[in-house]
């Protein structure tokens, strides 16, 4: 307490922050790791909020230029190259922005690819404004929408930690996975309904307007500083220095082969969505029923992210990434198995709710061994794995259902979580390996 003039005690000053903190978290206390405790930090919020909007029109795009290119071609081909020319950059860019987003002033960072993605959704509305677009300009300005993404993700991802705090990390993951669960399902709503009334350049256009949001909330927050690299270091060494650190910390390396061999092997039936509805439910992939097959899908891996933290804030991380695991491999094989439209709803929530729990678990595992450092280039590889396999894998089932069936398909995927139970062990080892920079600076 201070005295003034006459002796009397003052109040301290109070900030403005402080002020907004105690108005929003009320006098009950929220226990930390919890979605609640992460919102509590103010540049948390304005950068999550910004870039919920900037995924909502994100999803509004991919929807509907999907459709937009099966109306204009009728070839199930094209549509593979659009969705790889969307994700396939993650595949080998991600490594580069992690690189950059380790060696760089983040904000600034973020704040370039935002306005890149920006300018090349333009591009986009402006190719199919025409009667007749280009194909191939098509697809240049889909994959260079889809560079910037890719470089974007690590950079964003290895600044959530700095933004909350290792204390709070599990609650902020938690909301990020729920946010791009959350976009998911509202974005295609809009965009199919924008699709109808106004066409698909107006749709891309408005993806474009939204990646404003996302650059407002970086203008007006302080990012924490960047670690940096020992000197000694090669550029060899710094591009690799995720593959270094997987490797010398044992959690890390299981987490990342985990999500690797899971979004490879196990997650064809998020690209051959449509032929599930049709061969196996009797559902037309262009009517409302799919619809909401989609949003089953993603209304419960909403959930399941979010539970992440709220109801298992206190839960072992380790045991909820094998749990789901299991309950993923026997939801999918029952719903490969399923012949009805109204039990698939409910089965396919369930899909997407162990799906997501399991992997918002495993991304929070990891995470907390991370040191500031070399999380920009550890997070490309998880965005490689989470990302630009799940590109690889649904490119490589075409062929195999039309070969095998996508009952087969689905089962064979439902074997491969459940042999990863018994792989997924991301426990912590009795004995710690040490500084996750080892082998940085030699």
């Given at each position: 307490?201070?005295?003034?003039?006459?002796?009397?005690?003052?109040?301290?000053?109070?900030?403005?922050?402080?002020?907004?903190?105690?108005?929003?978290?009320?006098?009950?206390?929220?226990?930390?790791?919890?979605?609640?405790?992460?919102?509590?930090?103010?540049?948390?919020?304005?950068?999550?909020?910004?870039?919920?909007?900037?995924?909502?029109?994100?999803?509004?795009?991919?929807?509907?230029?999907?459709?937009?290119?099966?109306?204009?071609?009728?070839?199930?081909?094209?549509?593979?190259?659009?969705?790889?020319?969307?994700?396939?950059?993650?595949?080998?860019?991600?490594?580069?922005?992690?690189?950059?987003?380790?060696?760089?002033?983040?904000?600034?960072?973020?704040?370039?690819?935002?306005?890149?993605?920006?300018?090349?959704?333009?591009?986009?509305?402006?190719?199919?404004?025409?009667?007749?677009?280009?194909?191939?300009?098509?697809?240049?300005?889909?994959?260079?929408?889809?560079?910037?993404?890719?470089?974007?993700?690590?950079?964003?991802?290895?600044v959530l930690p700095g933004l909350v705090g290792r204390e709070d990390l599990p609650g902020a993951i938690s909301l990020n996975s729920a946010q791009m669960n959350a976009s998911r399902v509202i974005g295609p709503v809009i965009g199919?309904?924008?699709?109808?009334?106004?066409?698909?350049?107006?749709?891309?256009?408005?993806?474009?307007?939204?990646?404003?949001?996302?650059?407002?909330?970086?203008?007006?927050?302080?990012?924490?500083?960047?670690?940096?690299?020992?000197?000694?270091?090669?550029?060899?060494?710094?591009?690799?220095?995720?593959?270094?650190?997987?490797?010398?910390?044992?959690?890390?390396?299981?987490?990342?082969?985990?999500?690797?061999?899971?979004?490879?092997?196990?997650?064809?039936?998020l690209g051959q969505m449509p032929v599930v509805a049709a061969h196996n439910l009797g559902i037309n992939p262009r009517s409302t029923h799919y619809g909401i097959l989609y949003a089953s899908f993603g209304i419960g891996a909403l959930?399941?992210?979010?539970?992440?933290?709220?109801?298992?804030?206190?839960?072992?991380?380790?045991?909820?990434?094998?749990t789901c695991l299991l309950g993923y491999s026997l939801t999918l094989a029952g719903f490969a198995l399923l012949r009805q439209a109204l039990p698939a709803y409910f089965m396919v929530a369930l899909v997407g709710a162990f799906y997501?729990?399991?992997?918002?678990?495993?991304?929070?595992?990891?995470?907390?061994?991370?040191?500031?450092?070399?999380?920009?280039?550890?997070?490309?590889?998880?965005?490689?794995?989470?990302?630009?396999?799940?590109?690889?894998?649904?490119?490589?089932?075409?062929?195999?259902?039309?070969?095998?069936?996508?009952?087969?398909?689905?089962?064979?995927?439902?074997?491969?979580?459940?042999?990863?139970?018994?792989?997924?062990?991301?426990?912590?080892?009795?004995?710690?390996?040490?500084?996750?920079?080892?082998?940085?600076?030699?």
């Amino acid at each position: 307490m201070q005295s003034g003039s006459g002796g009397e005690e003052r109040p301290p000053e109070i900030s403005l922050e402080e002020i907004e903190d105690a108005v929003i978290d009320g006098d009950s206390p929220i226990s930390s790791g919890t979605a609640m405790a992460a919102l509590r930090h103010r540049t948390f919020r304005i950068v999550y909020f910004g870039a919920f909007a900037s995924n909502i029109g994100t999803w509004m795009q991919n929807v509907v230029l999907g459709a937009y290119a099966y109306n204009i071609t009728h070839s199930s081909t094209f549509v593979g190259v659009i969705i790889f020319a969307q994700l396939g950059p993650a595949l080998l860019l991600a490594a580069v922005g992690g690189l950059i987003a380790d060696k760089v002033n983040r904000k600034k960072f973020l704040i370039l690819l935002s306005i890149e993605q920006l300018v090349f959704s333009l591009g986009v509305a402006w190719v199919v404004w025409t009667p007749s677009p280009s194909r191939v300009l098509l697809v240049v300005m889909v994959f260079l929408v889809g560079a910037g993404s890719a470089m974007y993700g690590p950079a964003y991802a290895a600044v959530l930690p700095g933004l909350v705090g290792r204390e709070d990390l599990p609650g902020a993951i938690s909301l990020n996975s729920a946010q791009m669960n959350a976009s998911r399902v509202i974005g295609p709503v809009i965009g199919s309904v924008a699709y109808h009334f106004v066409g698909p350049a107006w749709v891309f256009a408005g993806n474009a307007v939204t990646y404003l949001f996302v650059i407002g909330a970086l203008l007006v927050v302080t990012l924490p500083a960047v670690g940096q690299m020992s000197q000694h270091a090669s550029r060899w060494r710094e591009l690799t220095a995720g593959i270094t650190t997987a490797r010398a910390d044992r959690v890390v390396g299981r987490c990342l082969v985990t999500v690797f061999l899971f979004s490879l092997l196990a997650l064809a039936f998020l690209g051959q969505m449509p032929v599930v509805a049709a061969h196996n439910l009797g559902i037309n992939p262009r009517s409302t029923h799919y619809g909401i097959l989609y949003a089953s899908f993603g209304i419960g891996a909403l959930l399941g992210a979010i539970s992440i933290g709220t109801v298992f804030t206190r839960t072992s991380k380790p045991m909820i990434v094998r749990t789901c695991l299991l309950g993923y491999s026997l939801t999918l094989a029952g719903f490969a198995l399923l012949r009805q439209a109204l039990p698939a709803y409910f089965m396919v929530a369930l899909v997407g709710a162990f799906y997501f729990a399991f992997i918002t678990a495993l991304n929070t595992t990891m995470q907390a061994r991370l040191e500031d450092a070399v999380r920009g280039r550890v997070m490309a590889l998880w965005i490689m794995g989470f990302g630009g396999t799940v590109a690889l894998g649904n490119l490589l089932a075409g062929p195999v259902v039309s070969s095998v069936g996508i009952t087969s398909v689905l089962l064979f995927g439902a074997g491969v979580a459940l042999a990863l139970v018994w792989y997924a062990d991301v426990r912590a080892p009795a004995t710690q390996v040490g500084s996750l920079e080892l082998g940085l600076a030699q």
